[in-house]
């Protein structure tokens, strides 16, 4: 699975290298579309992270009620903290993606 990822992600980023080698020409658009490539990209990666870190909390935090009942108000608790603290990270990520996006054009 980690191979199969890190060969699919160089290859990708191979093919959007070669667009810039052989370009004809030195204009803005082809920068642009690059830039809107790897915004699309960054923040794709950001929401699948969080996805799974919010799956694995919520896992982990119903395992944990499950095995100890008395200690659900402290589970939910330090669930809720965790899940606004890894939502937080995906929203400064779409903030960066945003000020990349505006500022490129």
């Known amino acids: 699975m980690r191979k199969t990822l890190l060969t699919t992600l160089t290859t990708l ?16 658009a082809s920068g642009f579309g690059l830039a809107a490539a790897g915004i699309t990209l960054g ?24 095995r100890n009942p008395d200690a659900s108000g402290k589970i939910s608790q330090a669930l809720i903290l965790g899940l606004a603290f890894v939502e937080s990270l995906v929203i400064y990520a779409l903030l960066v993606a945003l000020i990349l996006l505006f500022v490129k054009m």
């Open 43 to 66: 923040i794709g990666l950001a929401a699948a992270g969080g996805g799974i870190g919010q799956g694995l909390a919520i896992r982990g935090a119903c395992e944990g009620t499950a």
């Open 13 to 28: 980023m191979f093919l959007a290298m070669a667009t810039i080698a052989f370009a004809a020409d030195g204009d803005a």
